[in-house]
């Protein structure tokens, strides 16, 4: 809840100062390009944010405004009600609608636009887990019921390990990959699923949950959580925004933010990557779209 | 210790002791009543804090949603006592008394049993059990609240389980000390210096009182009395008053002692005039009697010879002794010969044939005779006379010169009331010259001291009965020394 509050009061205070700063550009009538993030980065960063809405307000000549939402189905919720244009989402949703929506741009990881997902437990504990095997009669903490990394992919593992939810003493949603890692942290779960880059990034930014917690499995590389906005809409800002973002690695400015965001820049849109993606939902009967 | 030092240094250290003891004892009390208290507050605060869990984790139990709960645990048991110290902790648990989730995973494991089972040592009731709010308490002090969470159709849906150890009751010492200790601190700051001043201005009036009580009887006792101050504390007052009365009272003795001094003068110069009149009133007494003997038998040359030879002697005595008066003076004397007894016995004749008393004599010169005449033909006169009262009616005296080379005695026995040894030692001790009776025996012992020689009692084994003892006087024989000399005073 604190959490919640914080992210609407951070996107509020982006809001007012992207207005201030896109007034030196367009006139004040300019409806702004909201964009929505989950927890697919780690997204609860107030002064990044402010920096980065300036950033892509200064190129698309108006206001920019991020709405954080910690659940992946509220981003969903508000993209397909129009109340977003764009929306930085994960690759399962994506493939669950993806007759509805439409890339906008694909970021890199390292040069490269995959991920991959984590399976962490608790370090140095006689009980601790070594793989998916060890997950019985264990808590197991899940990021978002449609996140790739911190949920779909642990499907996949646990039927490929023979367990099902029944066989775990407990889980939960931890509604954020980061949470997952603050979870196995305490010792709320013995073990998590969790979005790879987002544990890489709280590792970076010397985090404590990420230095109380280890990666236990490492899954394939899969596409990284696209940018994306509903098919259809015709908004004109929409192909600029793509292109601002493809072109972030191009000045100083941008380098920086990237570098914030532990990216190394956006791609042009492939929907190709997202098969693997599409064929993990269909093995573990989850692709519901 | 404390004693030993001065008030301007005892004060303030006693009030600082006296702070000190206070807050010690204050702090105590104060820690006592707080442990019960904070024991009472913090159970109402779990009770609190379990009531607003039970609202809150409701919607969360019904959503099975454990980071929730978690975070709403977490967050919560910031309000629980020593929380992070571990000494307390809360959980959310599900209909089947299971731990949906805890502020301390760590010890209260998600997805594990609670109900009905050993939980941190303390057995915690069955789910059927626990259908109401459930305190336990263990031996140790510490307790563990069960509240059920109840869906709107009273269906139990979870219970809230709190804990809180022992340890979480103990008082905080180091809280409660501090403003105790910040408070002796100031106040002992304070009371230092201004009991540094109290002790110094308390002092004032005793060490001017204790300097007066010493220079008592080295300085005037009226000026000591304007030294006294003069106070308002009834204690100070009465030590200074009482000093007071002593200094008059020893002045009044002063005064005494200087009137008892003057009288004792005015007795002493009454004494000596009684002494001289006593040693010039015996020879005159002889010389009368020669005057008589002159008048009746002075045509006989012979008779008027020995009067006249007896008027000289008698005279230049008395000159001897009123020229030793005077203090500038050096008096000389002649050697005494045994002619010096025979005045005497002459003398004394008169005063014995009064009580008819019979005196007898012997001279035994074995060697030359000196000794100063004056002092000689004054105790023998003064024991002869003694000796006649001593004697008494018909009594008998025997009076005897023994000369040797060493000393010249004159030993004198008389019958009736005698002296033995000791009673004339005692007698010559404690008379020191005041009672007039005693004067003559007191002059003999003084002249025996002052000339070297001696003043006894003793059996007269020497002399034929009726006599027992007699008395010994004898000074040392000048003549072995020096011959040619006189027996100067």
Redesign the interface.
């Known amino acids: 809840?604190?959490r919640r509050t914080w992210l609407e009061t951070a996107a509020v205070w982006s809001v007012l100062s992207t207005a201030g700063h896109a007034q030196t550009h367009k006139p004040s009538s300019t409806a702004p390009l909201r964009v929505g993030l989950t927890a697919v980065i780690l997204a609860d960063q107030a002064a990044f944010l402010t920096r980065w809405s300036d950033y892509l307000a200064a190129r698309l000549g108006l206001p920019v405004v991020f709405v954080a939402r910690e659940s992946y189905q509220a981003i969903l919720d508000l993209l397909f009600s129009e109340q977003l244009d764009a929306a930085w989402i994960c690759g399962y949703p994506y493939v669950m609608h993806q007759s509805r929506l439409q890339l906008l741009a694909i970021p890199l990881l390292a040069g490269r636009p995959y991920y991959q997902s984590y399976l962490i437990g608790q370090p140095n504990k006689a009980s601790a887990i070594t793989g998916w095997n060890d997950l019985k009669n264990r808590?197991l903490?899940y990021s978002d019921p449609l996140s790739n990394s911190g949920w779909l992919v642990a499907q996949a593992q646990l039927r490929r390990a023979g367990l099902t939810s029944k066989d775990l003493?407990?889980s939960?949603?931890?509604?954020g990959h980061r949470?997952v890692a603050e979870?196995v942290a305490?010792?709320?779960?013995q073990a998590g699923c969790i979005d790879g880059y987002v544990w890489d990034t709280m590792q970076l930014q010397n985090m404590a949950a990420a230095a109380q917690t280890r990666v236990v499995w490492r899954s394939d590389w899969y596409a990284f959580p696209p940018m994306v906005n509903l098919l259809g809409n015709k908004n004109p800002a929409l192909p600029a925004f793509g292109a601002a973002l493809q072109n972030m690695f191009t000045d100083t400015q941008g380098q920086s933010l990237l570098k914030a965001l532990n990216l190394s820049g956006f791609a042009t849109p492939d929907a190709t990557l997202f098969e693997p993606i599409k064929a993990l939902a269909a093995s573990v009967g989850a692709l519901r779209a | 210790m404390l004693p030993r030092f001065p008030y301007r240094v005892q004060i303030p250290l006693g009030l600082a002791l006296a702070v000190t003891l206070s807050v010690l004892l204050v702090s105590i009390v104060a820690a006592r009543i707080s442990a019960r208290n904070a024991q009472l507050e913090i159970v109402n605060r779990v009770q609190s804090i379990v009531e607003l869990l039970a609202a809150q984790g409701k919607p969360l139990l019904a959503q099975?949603?454990?980071?929730?709960a978690?975070?709403l645990l977490?967050?919560a048991s910031a309000l629980l006592p020593q929380t992070a110290k571990g000494q307390s902790r809360a959980a959310l648990l599900d209909a089947q008394g299971r731990f949906l989730?805890?502020s301390d995973?760590?010890r209260l494991?998600?997805?594990?049993q609670a109900l009905g089972v050993l939980i941190n040592g303390r057995l915690l009731p069955a789910v059927s059990d626990a259908t109401r709010t459930k305190t336990l308490t263990t031996p140790d002090g510490g307790m563990a609240l069960i509240e059920p969470i109840r869906s709107d159709d009273a269906q139990v849906i979870g219970f809230v389980f709190a804990e809180v150890d022992a340890a979480a009751f103990d008082p905080d010492w180091a809280a409660l000390s501090t403003p105790a200790v910040i408070g002796a601190a100031l106040a002992i700051l304070l009371l230092v210096p201004l009991g540094w001043l109290l002790g110094r201005r308390m002092a004032r009036p005793i060490a001017q009182t204790a300097k007066c009580i010493a220079q008592i009887g080295h300085t005037d006792p009226e000026q000591l009395q304007l030294l006294l101050p003069y106070v308002k504390d009834p204690e100070l007052e009465r030590i200074a008053g009482a000093v007071r009365q002593l200094l008059i009272e020893t002045s009044a003795r002063q005064a005494n002692a200087q009137r008892a001094l003057s009288a004792e003068r005015l007795a002493a110069v009454g004494r000596i005039t009684a002494a001289v009149a006593h040693e010039i009133n015996n020879p005159l007494a002889g010389l009368i009697t020669a005057t008589r003997t002159l008048r009746l038998h002075g045509d006989q040359p012979e008779a008027r010879n020995r009067s006249l030879g007896l008027i000289e002697r008698g005279l230049q005595q008395v000159r001897t002794i009123t020229t030793a008066l005077l203090p500038q003076a050096k008096v000389e004397d002649r050697c005494m010969t045994p002619a010096d007894l025979d005045d005497m016995l002459t003398l004394a004749r008169a005063t014995a044939a009064q009580q008819l008393v019979i005196i007898t004599s012997e001279v035994d010169v074995q060697a030359e005779l000196c000794v100063p005449s004056t002092v000689f033909r004054q105790v023998m006169l003064n024991l002869l006379l003694n000796a006649i009262r001593a004697a008494g009616q018909d009594g008998q005296v025997h009076a005897r010169l023994f000369v040797t080379p060493d000393k010249v005695s004159f030993i004198l026995a008389n019958t009736g009331k005698h002296f033995s040894d000791e009673r004339l030692q005692k007698r010559l001790m404690t008379n020191d010259g005041n009672d007039p009776h005693g004067f003559g025996l007191w002059i003999c012992h003084e002249f025996a001291v002052r000339y070297g020689g001696g003043f006894t009692a003793d059996q007269a084994a020497d002399i034929p009965p009726p006599f027992t003892t007699r008395l010994n006087f004898w000074l040392p024989n000048l003549a072995r020394h020096d011959p040619q000399k006189s027996a100067a005073d």
């Open positions: 809840m604190q808590v903490a003493r407990r939960f949603f931890a509604h949470n979870a305490s010792g709320l779960a | 099975d949603d454990t980071w929730r978690y975070t977490r967050n989730a805890a995973p760590r494991p998600t997805g594990e």
